[in-house]
Nanobody
Framework: QVHLVEFGGGLGQAGGSLRLSCAAS????????MGWFRQAPGKEREFVAA????????YYADSVQGRFTISRDNAKNTVYLQMNSLKPEDTAVYYC????????????????WGQGTQVTVSS
């Protein structure tokens, strides 16, 4: 059974930093591209960042480009999201997800999802 578990959410300040982690089990992690998505209250889930199986290719939403960095450690079955220069509009539940063949920016193409972790950014 596949499990994706996010860690590291919480309360941050505008201009500050938080680091999210997502630990995967039950799948061959290095076969999957990994993504981070977020969902704010009353809004649809949106793409944040994604990384290919090797970590050599990354993708970012325009809203986080230059502020967030996605990375992975295949030896630890873990994907990370380093969030710098936080803004109040980054407040959302953040989800990690895994896809073997889907388009990295598409929420519909991911096979497995974590339960989410809340990130709240105060101004």
């Amino acid at each position: 059974q596949v499990h994706l578990v996010e860690f590291g959410g919480g309360l941050g300040q505008a201009g500050g930093s938080l680091r999210l982690s997502c630990a995967a089990s039950g799948l061959t992690f290095s076969n999957y591209a990994m993504g981070w998505f977020r969902q704010a209250p009353g809004k649809e889930r949106e793409f944040v960042a994604a990384i290919n199986w090797s970590g050599g290719i990354t993708y970012y939403a325009d809203s986080v480009q230059g502020r967030f960095t996605i990375s992975r450690d295949n030896a630890k079955n873990t994907v990370y999201l380093q969030m710098n220069s936080l803004k109040p509009e980054d407040t959302a539940v953040y989800y990690c997800a895994a896809t073997m063949t889907g388009k990295p920016r598409s929420v519909y193409d991911y096979d497995y999802w974590g339960q989410g972790t809340q990130v709240t950014v105060s101004s």
